[in-house]
Every structure is written in C-alpha cells, then in structure tokens.
C-alpha cells in the first residue's frame, strides 16, 4: 500500500498514516485524534480540530447537570458503562483461568456502604489467606466488582477475578449469604467483562439506587493494581474520502454528521492489527 506521509500524521509515540489518496480534488483540513488502547483492541475517535477548539468555551445552553437534565444523566452513564468494558478488557483479556463469582446476603442488606466495608473484609481475608502459600499465584490478584439491588432490594455483588478461587475459600470468608462461583472457559473473557459491566447502568437506572445511601458510591469499581487503557492524542490532515476509507473493514463505527447531514468525524473500534491510523 502507498503511504503519504505528512508532518502532522503523528500521535505520541506513533507514526499515522493513510493509504494513498489522489486529493487533489479534496480540501484538507487538520483532524484531532484520540485513540483508546486497551486489551487487543483500539477506540479511535477523530473530529474537526475546530471543533475541538470550541470545547470548553462554556455552555451556550446556560444548564448546569444538576441531576434534572435527563439526556446528560444518561450519556453519563453511557461513558460509564463504556470506559468500564474498555478497562474490563484491558485488565482480564488473555487470563486463562477467570473466576466469576456472585455474593448476596440472606438477609435484607440495603446500605450499600455498609455492603461495601464487608466485601472489602472479604477480600482482604482472601488475599490473607494466599499469603501463606509458599507458591501463591493469587498473589497479584484483579478483580473488578459491580453491585445491584435485587427486588426486595438487598445488595448483592458481581465479581470478576483474574483467578479462579475455589467454592470453599468463598464460603469460608462470605458469611452473609450465598454465593455463586464458576470459572470462565478460555475464550469468553470478553463476554464475561462485558456481562458485569452492563450491571453499572442497571445499578444506577434502578430507582432503589436514588437512596441516599449510593451518594458518591461508585457501581463499580476495580482492584488497585488494575491500569487504565493507554490513551493517545494527536493531530491528522487529510480530506474527508480518507475519513470515509477508514470506515472500511471495521466491526464498530459511528458517524459524527453536522446539522446539514454532511459527515464531520468518525469514532472506530478495531482490532491492533487493523488499525487505518497506525503502521509500524
């Protein structure tokens, strides 16, 4: 493939690219690109550098997110929801030996704080636990747990975990109710991420989760030693028939149109392998 290189195809640590392209038709204009690296897989947006120039400038709306306005509660919980399944994956894509577990309580616990200090208990005892193992592989140990309500309204967790812990350690150390543990079979832990982490926008769509309790409780959350995907920036110029191209081949796109239906960016998940901003 013939590659156009211009001084502006360039991202941190990365060079950009685009396959040739007779733009001699086209106007070019400067693009601004974000991508999202996290397991084998990439999430790049790219807009109109003007566009991202006017960000920041205040809201023309006046409307501050006081809670009322429902369209920004949602793409909140949207953003959520998405930058949960990107750091699932990120942190438990190539594990061979997954463990999912669900922990509820028999009686009716609805104080998700209170919930929160019993199963951070629970996982101190379990690491205590491995630590007298001469050969301890839960030793670095991930989880990522998201709580719901169940419909008499007692809190329950979702947990994933980068190792299997077997049903008799779960019983030994949660002694509040029952438990459900299964292993992941190779090959799903990208299902299994995504599973858990729709359990965010039902914890926060649920009207028990309005109590007062959940104020400034997150619905999910992740061990200490999980990393956040690697995130780049930079800037492209090229013409909107490479922005379109770009589109080509992908599993995941969506379009950015003006309020005159005319195409103005484009946000692209792909596999590493067919990434049409990258080249080694």
């Not at 080509?248 to 049409?276: E, P, Q």
């Amino acid at each position: 493939m013939n590659v156009n290189i211009n001084p502006y195809n360039r991202l941190t640590g990365e060079v950009l690219y685009r396959p040739y392209i007779d733009n001699s038709n086209f106007i070019n204009q400067k693009y601004y690109v974000k991508k999202v690296y996290y397991g084998p897989y990439i999430k790049t947006v790219v807009l109109p550098l003007e566009c991202i120039n006017k960000f920041g400038k205040g809201n023309p709306t006046g409307i501050k997110n006081t809670g009322e306005n429902e369209t920004k509660l949602l793409n909140s919980r949207i953003r959520s929801q998405r930058n949960c399944i990107q750091k699932a994956i990120h942190n438990f894509n190539g594990y061979q030996n997954l463990g999912f577990t669900t922990l509820t309580y028999a009686e009716n616990m609805q104080d998700v704080k209170q919930a929160n200090h019993q199963f951070n208990l629970f996982i101190k005892k379990i690491k205590y636990h491995f630590s007298k193992y001469k050969k301890n592989k839960y030793e670095n140990l991930k989880y990522l747990v998201a709580y719901e309500y169940q419909k008499r309204g007692a809190v329950h967790f979702h947990i994933i975990f980068s190792e299997y812990i077997p049903n008799k350690i779960i019983r030994k150390y949660w002694l509040y109710g029952l438990n459900k543990n299964l292993p992941v079979k190779t090959g799903t832990n990208e299902f299994v991420s995504k599973y858990v982490a729709k359990y965010i926008v039902k914890a926060y769509t649920q009207q028990k989760s309005k109590n007062i309790y959940d104020l400034n409780t997150k619905a999910y959350r992740f061990s200490a030693n999980c990393t956040d995907p690697v995130v780049k920036v930079g800037i492209i110029e090229m013409c909107e028939m490479e922005l379109i191209a770009s589109l080509k081949g992908t599993k995941h796109n969506f379009m950015f149109n003006n309020k005159d239906g005319y195409l103005m960016g484009v946000s692209i998940d792909s596999d590493w392998n067919k990434d049409y901003f990258w080249i080694k």
